[in-house]
């Protein structure tokens, strides 16, 4: 079983960055596929970051440019950092981790961003 927990959402004023991190624990293999995704006001569950298991990162054409995906294989953790903050990035920000070698996924629990003044 895996274990996902995403953190580092908070308040921001438009402009501004913050840098969210997705960490597997449990039965992970270190061979893994992830996902950032987000509900907001505007739009249900929306990816708005994938890396493939090679380190391939595709952007949501929404967040290019402003949005950077990276990962710590030795620690079993994604990040998404996020500059140039917009209040329509606000949103509940969640994690899905795909462990390739065993075949399972697993959300993780939403972690909060508020864009605002």
Known sequence: ?????????????????????CVASGTVSGHFAADWHRDTPAKEREQVAMMDSGGY???????????IMSRDSAKNTVYLQMNDLKPE????????????KYGASQWGQGTQVTVSS
């Open 57 to 67: 990162v595709s952007l949501a054409s929404s967040v290019q440019g402003r949005f």
């Open 1 to 21: 079983q895996v274990q996902v927990v995403a953190s580092g959402g908070g308040l921001v004023q438009p402009g501004g960055s913050l840098r969210l991190s």
């Open 89 to 100: 990035d606000t949103g509940l920000y969640y994690c899905c981790w795909s462990d390739i």
